[in-house]
């Protein structure tokens, strides 16, 4: 008796026999599927269903994760470190603020020439990376954060100093946006459209340079790749990305002061970097949102501290509450998944894509 035996066969891998294949954004059907469904549900219930709380947190959460895109082009992909962001997102609130202002441009011209006027500072101030790297670069553009600070806050004519600018409401077609459901449908169309402009960059010649200066700048260079050309396309490119960031949260927040474009804020969006994913798209989206719910979270335990009798008879500050947790978190990332998030997220999908085996 001859008994026939049927053997299944489990994918391990994705394997690619051509560019075009390679080149492809989602590896599957079910990835497509997957994204329009979750869009779907973005869009056409989040929201109906969500209290204004919730939808001002997924808005701040879209805004940010703009500028953490831009930041993660400068940092993951070229390997050029900022600690200027926070400024170059300031530059593009007031550019914006000051356009819609003083001159009565449009919210829908106003917000990218913000992007564009903040790229032009951004490319000045990486003409140093011509020439210097690392720790040194770093320091550079410390420097810039301080001296855009003080532009900022001393250039009263420009910036109304202290007192802030109040911007008009956005319309289109004579319909005025605000509210916080009218400004998520605007927000989030724009980090689709960011998202995917950040994507096709990394697929062209500009992205491969990009992460070729990042791997080897003397290799690249010795391939015929002009780096100080690219750096500098780089930082230009993450300043357009915290500009159109910035100037998409001023026209949400109405009015605006020099406060929050400080250190802090560009230590928060390097933070979003690391624990997102160096190096990758979705990483920065997924780091902005830890850190901002992270930031609501402490917010809100802080606030329950301070009322505790047990806290304030011992005296604690709970002030630098925020600046610890966020470094301990950065310190446990970069010890247990230097990838971040992204990888964490890969990890996962790959487990369900070839359950039950262990490979």
């Known amino acids: 008796m001859q008994v026939k035996r049927k053997f299944s066969f489990h994918p391990c891998g994705n394997y690619r026999e051509d560019y075009a294949q390679e080149l492809n954004i989602f590896e599957t059907d079910f990835g497509r599927l997957s ?7 973005l869009f056409f219930v989040a929201p109906f269903v969500l209290s204004p709380y919730m939808l001002y947190i997924l808005n701040i959460i879209g805004i940010t994760a703009i500028a953490a895109i831009g930041l993660n082009i400068l940092i993951g992909y070229t390997g050029q470190i900022s600690l200027g962001h926070g400024a170059f997102f300031g530059v593009g609130a007031y550019a914006a603020a000051i356009l819609a202002t003083r001159l009565g441009v449009g919210f829908y011209f106003a917000i990218p020439a913000a992007g564009i006027i903040t790229a032009l500072v951004g490319m000045i101030f990486g003409i140093p990376s011509g020439r210097l790297k690392g720790l040194y670069l770093t320091i550079a553009t410390l420097a810039g954060q301080f001296i855009i600070e003080y532009v900022l806050i001393q250039w009263d004519s420009l910036t109304m100093g202290t007192m802030g600018i109040t911007l008009p409401s956005p319309e289109i077609l004579g319909w005025q946006i605000s509210g916080d459901k009218a400004f998520f449908f605007l927000i989030f169309v724009s980090l689709i459209l960011m998202t995917w402009f950040a994507v096709n960059i990394m697929r062209t010649k500009y992205g491969r340079a990009f992460i070729a200066i990042r791997d080897n700048d003397r ?15 780089s930082f230009g490119i993450s300043s357009f990305y915290a500009g159109f960031a910035g100037a998409l949260w001023a026209y949400y927040m109405v009015s605006i002061t020099t406060e929050p474009f400080n250190l802090g804020l560009s230590v928060e969006y390097i933070a979003m970097v690391i624990i997102g994913g160096m190096g990758n798209i979705p990483g920065a989206i997924f780091g902005a949102t830890f850190i901002t719910l992270l930031n609501e979270f402490l917010r809100y335990f802080t606030g ?10 011992l005296g604690l500050n709970m002030a630098p509450l925020k600046e610890f947790v966020f470094g301990l978190t950065i310190v446990l990332f970069i010890l247990i998944e230097p990838k971040g998030l992204a990888e964490m997220w890969r990890i996962i999908r790959s487990s369900f894509r070839l359950w039950p085996f262990s490979y």
């Open 304 to 313: 329950i501290l301070m009322n505790v009798g047990f806290v304030t008879s």
């Open 219 to 233: 290799a690249a260079e010795g391939m015929g790749i002009p780096i100080f050309k690219y750096k500098l396309l």
């Open 35 to 41: 994204l329009c469904v979750f869009l779907a549900l």
